[in-house]
């Protein structure tokens, strides 16, 4: 099964301000560790490599290709 990249969440801008509410009053560096830890839970819950594989490359060409923009 392939990553799937259409929309596929409920409610987006919602799920979107708790995200972000999430990290108020944080300092960077605990910005940065929620973001990690929660990116370590949702990839356990997904646990297949190939799609983990996927969107790990496909996030760092996203970002590669956004900087040099």
């Known amino acids: 099964m392939p990553l799937n990249r259409q ?4 409610e ?3 799920f979107y301000e708790e995200l972000i ?3 108020r009053d944080l300092n960077d560096d605990q ?3 929620m ?8 990839a356990n819950h997904i646990g297949d490599r190939a799609i983990l594989s996927e969107a790990i490359q496909l996030a760092r060409a996203n970002t ?3 900087r040099n923009a």
């Open 12 to 14: 987006q801008d919602a």
């Open 64 to 66: 590669l290709a956004q």
């Open 31 to 33: 910005a940065d560790m």
């Open 7 to 10: 929309p596929n969440i409920a």
């Open 21 to 23: 509410d999430a990290q």
């Open 35 to 42: 973001l990690a830890k929660l990116v370590l839970m949702l």
